[in-house]
């Protein structure tokens, strides 16, 4: 009955570790998700804001519904308050949906400042300008999410054996 | 009309003292923001600066001086920050708000040849509030039916006497039918987006049940377009006269539908000097005229039939 716990236990733990090795590695995954459908976003919206004239909340809303990521929710919120013409600067309105939406989604500093700069590009007045900086903001999260399926290889693998370590460590050492 | 909807279309400064000021959107003609230049409003009892402290005053110099800073916020606000969208509205130097208000604009054109391709550093914004008279045309609609069918009719009015508003007020009366007659199915050609004061194609103002509305393009065009498309009874366009226009008119004239119109002038002597309405005018394709006159907007000189004879005396 005693070894019968003992094994339970050990399985447990093993199971968190593995879980939190997975969630690790999932947030990777999720970082350089983001960055990638960010990518794609503005790809979609330069064609629509420049080539179809859509205007931001339909466009958003447009975005909205292909995302697989939580930048769907970021746009979405965007979108509504753009419609709200609550009279508020477009780039408080995109920072707090950035903020209420991805607070928690570990992105680094460098990552935030590119979604705080996007506003400058996508609300820019003149249309060949507004081409020429989503352009460049496009080329920079491709950047960043080359750099996130780096990290991602690098060190998703390392996630799991150092979950799956750590699970036996402290199997052997409660056992 | 939503005051803080309104409002939110101005940078927070000039918000706070549009606030500050009182005045009644309601009553509000014209707000005028310049670069640099002081924020002035055009009341129906004249023009006001708006002082720092959100007082009005008549003396220009006094008012508050706006920025450039401020001009751009607002532009963003107008635009529903997506002033991209209104590249073409840009183009022609105005743009339409919720509301049906009008935003014209002024600054730095860039040519390509002799087309504008943009324009720039925007520095001078004219916010015309729109201001739909539901039953204006009340006295006017009873002389411009017979035996229940539509006459075709001419308004004639020099600018700013209410020919718009008239023809808007007819235009939502016909469109719903009155007792004079019934609904008609009326094709109105807004070139200039004033008509039906439309935000991203749906009309901020009310033209009635049966109305449909081609915007934005030239009204020769326009008007064939809804001819072929729509099958409109009656044909409803603003300012009539220009060159391409003459086709356009005869068609509506010979195809059976109804055509009310208005145009820049003064009488019906003015009008028949003019090359191509003149030449309508003395093959009495009109058979109303309704003449408005310089006095108070929307004061009827005179309705009359198409040999020029009084159907009313107004005054």
């Known amino acids: 009955m005693r070894i019968a716990v003992k094994l339970l236990g050990a399985c447990c733990v093993m199971a968190s570790a593995l879980l939190a090795g997975l969630a690790l590695e999932q947030r990777l995954r999720c970082r350089w998700q983001l960055m990638r459908e960010m990518r794609d976003v503005l790809a979609f919206l330069e064609k629509e804001m420049t080539h179809r004239r859509t205007p931001m909340e339909e466009a958003f809303r447009r975005a909205a519904a292909d995302c697989h990521t939580r930048l769907g929710q970021v746009l979405t919120r965007a979108a509504k308050e753009v419609e709200a013409r609550g009279g508020r600067p477009f780039a408080a309105i995109w920072r707090e949906a950035v903020d209420g939406c991805l607070a928690d989604g570990g992105l680094t500093e460098e990552e935030l400042r590119e979604l705080y700069d996007v506003p400058a590009a996508l609300s820019n007045a003149d249309t060949v300008m ?17 750099e996130e399926a780096e990290i991602f290889r690098e060190k998703s693998g390392l996630c799991r054996r150092l979950a799956a370590a750590a699970g036996i460590f402290l199997v052997l050492l409660l056992l | 009309m939503r005051e803080d909807a309104f409002y939110n279309l101005f940078a927070l400064r000039i918000r706070e003292l549009l606030r500050e000021s009182r005045v009644n959107p309601e009553t509000l003609q014209e707000i005028r923001l310049r670069a640099d230049r002081p924020l002035l409003l055009r009341c129906p009892d004249g023009e006001y600066a708006v002082r720092g402290d959100g007082t ?19 532009l963003e606000y107008i635009a ?74 001419l308004i004639i009015s020099p600018p700013g006497c209410g020919k718009t508003t008239l023809l808007r ?38 033209l009635g049940a049966r109305t449909d509305v081609l915007e934005c393009g030239p009204k020769s ?89 009084s159907v009313i005396p107004c005054g």
Do not use: W
């Open chain 1, 130 to 146: 507004q081409q020429t900086c989503m352009e460049r903001c496009r080329q920079r999260f491709e950047e960043l999410a080359g």
């Open chain 2, 56 to 74: 009005l005053t008549t003396d220009a110099a006094q008012g508050y001086r706006a920025t450039r800073q401020e001009l751009d916020e607002s």
């Open chain 2, 169 to 206: 007020d007819l235009i939502r009366q016909i469109s719903d039918g009155s007792r004079y007659a019934g609904g008609r199915c009326v094709g109105v050609v807004d070139e200039r987006c004033e008509l039906a004061g439309s935000y991203q194609g749906i009309p901020q103002n009310d």
């Open chain 2, 221 to 309: 065009a326009g008007m064939m377009m809804l001819l072929r498309s729509m099958s409109p009874q009656v044909m409803a366009v603003d300012e009539i006269g220009g060159p391409g226009d003459g086709d356009a008119l005869e068609q509506v004239f010979h195809c059976g539908c109804k055509l009310i119109a208005t145009v820049h002038g003064t009488s019906l002597e003015d009008i028949r000097r003019k090359p191509l309405l003149g030449r309508l005018v003395a093959e009495r394709l009109f058979e109303r005229y309704v003449v408005l006159g310089r006095g108070k907007a929307g004061q009827i000189l005179g309705i009359y039939d198409g040999d020029g004879g």
């Open chain 2, 80 to 153: 529903g920050y997506s002033l991209y969208a209104f590249d073409e509205e840009l183009k022609r130097g105005f743009l339409t708000v919720p509301g049906g208000h009008r935003v014209g604009v002024a600054g730095r054109l860039v040519m390509e040849g002799d087309r504008v391709q943009c324009i720039r550093h925007i520095s001078f914004i004219n916010v015309r509030l729109a201001h739909q008279l539901i039953g204006c045309a009340d006295g006017v609609l009873p002389y411009l039916v017979e035996d229940g069918e539509i006459c075709h009719s």
